[in-house]
């Protein structure tokens, strides 16, 4: 297994595509500041989009492996939309049987952030957890947002300085997109089915 086949199954899919040490303390039980507002109106725009679907389930399906990798296309993926505050949002992603992943947004001072939480059947913490960005203002839209991997998971992960996850809604909330990116190429997207909660 080559050195970027770890990358994309320690980094990607460890919890998708598992918490953290010293260098953000606090940061793998996702701490974070209470803020009324974000800093840009499409940050905030694109968080009220995710939570209009609080408390609902939506069936998913892979679109895209990179070329070489082991595809996913089989395997059923549901999305949970749960906690949904004003400052906190979690979509637990499961994996067939697999439930060891969390997608998880953040008001933190006003910025966007996006996080993997990956965890154990016991529920502690992964070695690889907490992992994700902050969104880019200038690239971002109410529908679109684009998370470059920030300083805590390029030190524990020192190989995803150059990776970036997407995640995307289609206007009319109909498509929920997640993607990630390497050296500027997709390495996978799943798409999910809003308009038929299961």
Same mark, same amino acid.
């Given at each position: ?16 595509? %598992? ?37 609902? %389930? ?37 994996? @067939?049987?697999?439930?060891? #992943? ?6 933190? @001072? ?49 190989? %995803? ?29 799943? #798409? ?7």
């Amino acid at each position: 297994m080559n050195k970027m086949k770890v990358f994309f199954w320690a980094l990607a899919f460890m919890g998708i595509v %598992s918490c953290g040490g010293p260098a953000e303390k606090g940061a793998e039980q996702g701490q974070h500041n209470d803020v009324s507002a974000f800093e840009q109106e499409s940050f905030q725009t694109f968080y009220q989009n995710l939570q209009s679907l609080c408390g609902k %389930s939506f069936e998913g399906k892979q679109v895209y492996m990179q070329e070489g990798r082991e595809s996913w296309e089989e395997k059923g993926m549901i999305m949970h939309v749960t906690v949904c505050e004003d400052d906190e949002l979690h979509i637990p992603f499961h994996l @067939d049987e697999d439930h060891s #992943r969390t997608w998880m947004f953040f008001n933190e @001072d006003g910025k966007l952030r996006f996080r993997h939480d990956h965890r154990y059947k016991d529920g502690t913490p992964e070695e690889m957890t907490m992992y994700g960005g902050y969104a880019d203002a200038e690239r971002g839209t109410p529908f679109y947002q684009v998370f470059p991997a920030d300083k805590y998971t390029i030190d524990i992960h020192p190989i %995803s300085v150059d990776s970036e996850w997407v995640v995307e809604l289609s206007e009319d909330l109909s498509v929920f997109s997640y993607q990630l990116h390497h050296e500027g190429e997709m390495i996978f997207e799943a #798409r999910f089915d809003l308009s038929n909660p299961v």
